[in-house]
């Protein structure tokens, strides 16, 4: 896989910015408030229209695979990046899902994806998750 033969080098002698692609021609879902909560409920949804969440794009997936053993910490500036890229990528309306108890001041959403949708004019189209 192309995306594998990226992550190995750039992980240890690049920066984030040259390690992070979120191209994808499919429609973009957004979620904050847990994985378990809105980030199921979000890719459930994607899955069923035909649209992708961040973590299902490669570099979404290689992440997740990083992460089972190097701790949240360090891919961290990784996530940061990708997000943005996705977030950037987004157009027209997007579905964002979020925990119905609240969305965390220092989430992605926050820091990251919500200001750029919105300078770009993105609809957001909000759904709330019950734990």
Do not use: C, H
């Not at 847990?34 to 979404?60: C, F, H, I, P, S």
């Not at 290689?62 to 977030?87: G, H, M, N």
């Not at 979020?98 to 200001?115: A, C, F, H, M, P």
């Amino acid at each position: 896989n192309a995306a594998f033969n990226l992550a190995g080098p750039a992980l240890f002698t690049s920066s984030p910015q040259s390690f992070v692609s979120t191209a994808t021609t499919k429609g973009r879902v957004f979620w904050s408030g847990g994985r378990d909560v809105a980030g199921k409920a979000a890719q459930e949804y994607a899955k069923a229209k035909g649209m992708t969440t961040l973590e299902m794009t490669n570099v979404g997936k290689i992440l997740e695979k990083i992460e089972q053993v190097v701790p949240y910490k360090y891919t961290k500036p990784f996530w940061d990046l990708a997000s943005s890229r996705f977030a950037k990528g987004a157009t027209g309306e997007v579905p964002v899902f979020q925990n119905i108890n609240g969305v965390s001041l220092e989430s992605t959403w926050k820091r990251i994806e919500y200001d750029i949708l919105k300078s770009n004019d993105v609809k957001l189209d909000y759904f709330l998750v019950k734990p």
